[in-house]
């Protein structure tokens, strides 16, 4: 049996970040050999990862990632067990690393992402690890990506992983994705997301049935003031009206300037760009949501 040292556990403590007296028995169990020592933490992980799958998930983080040229990006929301593990900066990149798979691969759901490679593994491989490495059960919930054909996409995340935002944009000159008034305003508009909430990007995205739903509601408020039913129908559209401003993105008031909405800053950094920019759409991450 090898005589193990104490720089050999710590060399293994370091490459696996598990803990020193499982470093210590898996280089015991293999005879000093430190790369059958990391294959036996792995299979134990695999063991670990096993035991803790059962355990609830009820924090965690959202990770961004958006290509050099700004042309695509995505949001991957990974969930954990505790604050403490959601807010560590290892978990935090990896559903950042995540994230690029996303984007670079584009699956089509969670499964078909786990299969997906990342650092010469698979993700799920890597998940597992790392739930053997924090000790805690974890699972890939979600995610979002986008591609701009004719435009650019930016991200924000906010709180350290609380709320992931990712937005589109569309414009006619390439070179736009690099101006700075351009950048200012996207990173605003992904601000205004992750702080408003809204429902979609513009009207015409309001879904069919949300209109009707509201309007219901409106006309069954308006019936009960007792005016004309052509009163009544002005009431009701007023109040649509209302729910469109305050739901949808373009026609929102700027959470930094009041007097100003979105739609209408668009326009100022359209001229100030001297090109046409557009608010494609958005996805919005939550972990309030999960």
């Not at 169990?29 to 670990?48: P, S, T």
């Amino acid at each position: 049996m090898a005589n193990i040292t104490a720089a050999q556990v710590k060399q293994l403590r370091e490459m696996t970040d598990s803990p020193m007296m499982e470093c210590k028995k898996a280089l015991v169990e293999a005879d000093g050999d430190m790369d059958a020592a990391v294959d036996i933490l792995r299979k134990n992980g695999l063991a670990a990862a096993a035991k803790k799958a059962g355990r609830e998930t009820n924090e965690g983080a959202v990770g961004a990632f958006v290509s050099d040229d700004a042309t695509a990006g995505a949001l991957c929301e990974v969930a954990c067990e505790t604050d403490f593990v959601g807010s560590n900066p290892k978990f935090t990149g990896f559903a950042a690393a995540v994230a690029q798979v996303v984007s670079e691969t584009n699956p089509a759901d969670v499964d078909a992402l786990l299969k997906e490679s990342l650092e010469g593994e698979t993700v799920e491989s890597a998940l597992t690890e790392l739930i053997h490495t924090m000790g805690e059960n974890m699972k890939i919930t979600r995610f979002a990506a986008r591609k701009a054909v004719n435009g650019a996409v930016s991200s924000y995340v906010h709180m350290g992983g609380k709320i992931g935002v990712l937005v589109e944009f569309a414009f006619n000159n390439a070179e736009t994705a690099q101006n700075e008034a351009f950048k200012t305003f996207a990173h605003d508009v992904c601000l205004q997301v992750a702080a408003v909430a809204p429902i979609c990007a513009v009207r015409e995205d309001v879904p069919a049935e949300t209109i009707e739903h509201e309007m219901s509601i409106y006309k069954a408020q308006a019936a009960e003031s007792g005016k004309p039913e052509a009163i009544q129908e002005k009431i009701a559209t007023g109040r649509l009206e209302k729910f469109y401003k305050e739901q949808v993105l373009t026609e929102q008031a700027f959470v930094k300037d009041a007097d100003m909405t979105i739609a209408q800053y668009a326009a100022k950094v359209s001229k100030e760009t001297g090109d046409e920019i557009r608010i494609v759409g958005f996805d919005r991450i939550s972990r309030a949501d999960a």
